[in-house]
């Protein structure tokens, strides 16, 4: 297969199916041998298993664990979930019926309770339509995502990866996968982020699957 047949293919498959993903390893083994060995050790790629139909939770979620460690950030989700209702009442109206304070007493810092209510005054408003954004391209996913307050083109990115499951994405912002690029070329120093974009060239169009093996390289 040509990289401009590979690239048809992932056009066609905007959110990975599983089919998709296992075309996508046989593509990056095929070019690149020194991924293949990490391929082959870590098996299969697990990208689809974060897929959710619940993209508002997804998003308060992303914003709570923000410099918090997951463990913390899970127990502060279910303190929120639980002033709502329950994870199936996680919505933007049950949020905004909440008193802030409450969510401060969640465990939320009054940076984050800023950022949770304008994400949810956002999504009830129709500034952003979560459901919709699966019908735009990446950069038009980023662009309206980083409007909300506290969403930043990484969060945006990690959305696209494991909750749109988009096949493209290179998040060289984020540090595992600066790590990790760091390991798969041998470097002494980090790398730049010119380099990395680079050295995941010959990846196109599936850049999300080969990054989420990177990140195993970290474990």
Known sequence: M???AD???AVSDRRLSDAAIQRARLTLMRRDPKLAEVIKAHGRCG????????????LVGTIISQQLSTKAAETIRSRVADLVGGDDH????????VDPTLLRGAGLSGQKVT????????????????HALDGHDDEEVITRMTAVKGLGRWSAQMFLMFRLNRPDVLPTG????VKGFQIYAGMK?????RTMIRLAEPWRPYRSVACWYLWRLLE
């Not at 984020?174 to 996968?177: A, E, K, S, T, Y």
């Not at 120093?189 to 982020?193: Q, T």
Request: aromatic share 6%; net charge negative.
């Open 47 to 58: 990208l689809a298993d974060y897929r959710s139909d619940d993209p508002f939770g997804s």
């Open 2 to 4: 040509t990289h401009h």
């Open 7 to 9: 690239r048809l293919a």
């Open 115 to 130: 950022y949770v209510r304008d994400l949810a005054m956002k999504v009830q408003g129709g500034a952003l339509d979560l």
């Open 174 to 177: 984020d540090l595992g996968i």
């Open 90 to 97: 996680l919505t933007p109206d049950r949020v905004l019926d």
């Open 189 to 193: 120093r980090r790398p730049a982020e």
